[in-house]
């Protein structure tokens, strides 16, 4: 199942930030990841990816550098920073929050253990 | 079509939409490199090559929306602070002049701080668009040129007559100096030992060069440059060696020869240890070595926190006013207060550009703005120590601030190249195919030395 686009894109930022909290990765790595760990739900783009890389490395959330990957291939890998862990911070207990709100609406009110 | 030319194609279609066109290169090969990762993620999964690439390049997405995205993102940045301090620094300096010469017949000195300005503007510019990286390409022949331009220089202006020009231009083109040091050290990074030895000495050529045509203090100052430059190559990993041996290369030999030269000097001049003493504390001789100093000092003591002070005008009593004691003038004529408001304005600008400069990622980046902060605060330090009769040493300029032709264009020349570093924001990382070589100038093979002159 593919998700729909709108509730995934707000959210991505957060994803990408989430893998690279776990271990430095190259662009495709990511998208490799993201579908694995999603049993497939969410399939990026590349040409969604790579303007958002670009975008959160201007802001200092994230670095990038060249390293030797398997196959004695050279890959720009990406890099969480400390302001970067921050912002998944605030994004996780956003998120978080929103949707507890969302689950409670639908539940109509009745309290409820998330899972 | 061929499959080179479909990637081709696509990367075009995608870098058509970003203007910034230096940039490029850079993001072309991240997407090259991501389709090839993708198709042969699709061949895995057991699809013919040229549908694996089919779908490979569909996978992307739009590559004029891709392309506009990443528009968008890249944009050359303009550090306006640098803009904003240049500005208001040569400002205040034609204010000051202004204030200075007016009533007197000097007032051509602003017609001709004006024309500097102009000149230096035009300078700024050209040197921000001409790409900084120039200086890591071509390092050798930079030094070179910078060489050929002392040698000049000396020989044109060897004549009795002339010999102050010459002095003022070596005196600025020294400030260059620093900065095309770090294109040698950039040459010479990931290469071990002896290349540190061959970068300590490449740094001691000009020296040779300009020795008994430039005060003292302009070359040890140039010396001091090159070894905290040396130093933080060192420390930060660029020349792939171990750190402590890498230090103690450069500064045991540095501390002998220097330790050695005063002994020896002061063995043939015991005179000199008398002068030193006087020029630091200038009462021990008030008529003789200590003698500007007191002076200065006098002035100071005179001065209030707001508005003119008492006694004779800074003028009258030390003359140079314009080029030399700009800072002491401002303090006995407007109060400490004014003074204070420069010093805070260059304190804030040198801190903030220091502070951009340790976030240059790429080495060279990250080296040459540092060499032109180095240069800048040097100059600022000892104009603010002399001005305040500390007088061990003599200054140079006030960047901006004081007067000088040359003194307003060098340093001009010197923050279009920190515009340029910074233009490119955190863009430019080190290339790893091109910095891992293992060429060096020296190598051994069979028993034979081999010298490769083309690294």
Redesign the interface.
């Known amino acids: 199942m593919t998700m729909n686009k709108n509730l995934l894109s707000g959210s991505t930022t957060m994803l990408i930030l989430k893998l690279l909290d776990d271990k430095d990765m ?3 790595q990511m ?2 990841e993201l579908s694995r760990r999603s049993d497939d739900t969410f399939s990026l ?4 990816l ?2 958002l890389l ?2 959160l ?2 802001q ?1 959330m994230i ?6 990957a398997e196959g004695n ?4 890998y990406y890099k969480i920073t400390k302001k970067g862990k921050k912002l998944l911070l605030e994004q996780r207990n956003e998120w978080n929050l929103y949707a507890e709100k969302i689950n409670k609406v639908l539940e109509g009110g009745v309290e409820f253990v998330t899972i | 079509m061929s499959q080179y030319n479909m990637i081709y194609e696509y990367i075009e279609s995608v870098c058509n939409q970003i203007r910034w066109r230096k940039v490029h290169p850079i993001i072309s090969k991240e997407l090259n490199d991501h389709i090839i990762d993708q198709k042969d993620a699709f061949i895995t999964q057991g699809f013919a090559e040229d549908i694996a690439l089919d779908k490979a390049i569909e996978e992307m997405g739009d590559p004029i929306v891709v392309g506009k995205e990443l528009d968008l993102t890249h944009r050359p940045k303009l550090e306006l602070s640098i803009i904003l301090f240049t500005g208001l620094a040569l400002l205040m300096g034609v204010f000051l002049r202004f204030i200075m010469t007016s009533g007197t017949p000097m007032n051509w000195m602003i017609r001709e701080n004006i024309m500097h300005i102009v000149i230096g503007i035009g300078f700024m510019i050209g040197v921000y668009f001409l790409d900084y990286r120039f200086i890591g390409r071509y390092p050798k022949l930079i030094f070179l040129a910078f060489i050929v331009s002392i040698l000049g220089i000396s020989i044109l202006s060897s004549g009795p007559m002339v010999r102050y020009g010459q002095y003022t231009y070596l005196s600025y083109l020294l400030l260059l100096f620093p900065t095309a040091f770090t294109g040698i050290i950039y040459s010479m990074r990931n290469r071990g030992y002896t290349d540190i030895i061959l970068s300590g000495l490449a740094a001691i050529i000009p020296v040779l060069l300009v020795f008994s045509q430039t005060p003292m203090s302009n070359i040890l100052f140039y010396l001091l440059s090159c070894m905290i430059l040396l130093t933080i190559s060192i420390i930060r990993g660029f020349f792939n060696i171990h750190r402590k041996k890498g230090l103690l290369l450069i500064y045991i030999p540095t501390s002998i020869v220097t330790i050695s030269m005063v002994i020896f000097s002061i063995w043939n001049h015991p005179y000199y240890l008398n002068r030193i003493q006087n020029l630091i504390n200038p009462a021990l001789d008030p008529l003789g070595d200590g003698y500007m100093a007191n002076l200065t000092r006098e002035v100071i003591s005179n001065a209030r926190f707001i508005g003119e002070g008492l006694g004779s005008s800074t003028g009258a009593t030390l003359g140079q006013i314009h080029t030399d004691f700009l800072l002491t003038y401002v303090i006995h004529r407007f109060g400490w207060l004014f003074f204070l408001m420069i010093v805070t304005i260059l304190t804030i600008f040198i801190v903030r550009i220091f502070i951009l400069c340790t976030k240059q990622k790429g080495i060279l980046g990250n080296l040459i703005s540092t060499s032109i902060m180095i240069t800048f605060t040097i100059q600022v330090i000892r104009y603010i120590a002399f001005n305040l009769g500390i007088q061990v040493i003599s200054p140079l300029t006030l960047p901006f601030i004081s007067y000088g032709g040359t003194a307003t264009v060098i340093n001009m020349i010197l923050m279009g190249v920190l515009l340029s570093v910074f233009k490119w924001g955190d863009l430019i990382k080190n290339n790893l195919e091109r910095s891992v070589s293992n060429k060096t100038l020296f190598s051994f093979q069979d028993g034979k030395i081999i010298i490769d002159l083309k690294h």
């Open positions: 190259y662009g495709y998208i490799d783009k590349a040409g969604t790579y303007p670009h975008n490395e201007e200092e670095e990038s550098y060249e390293e030797y291939r050279i890959r720009k």
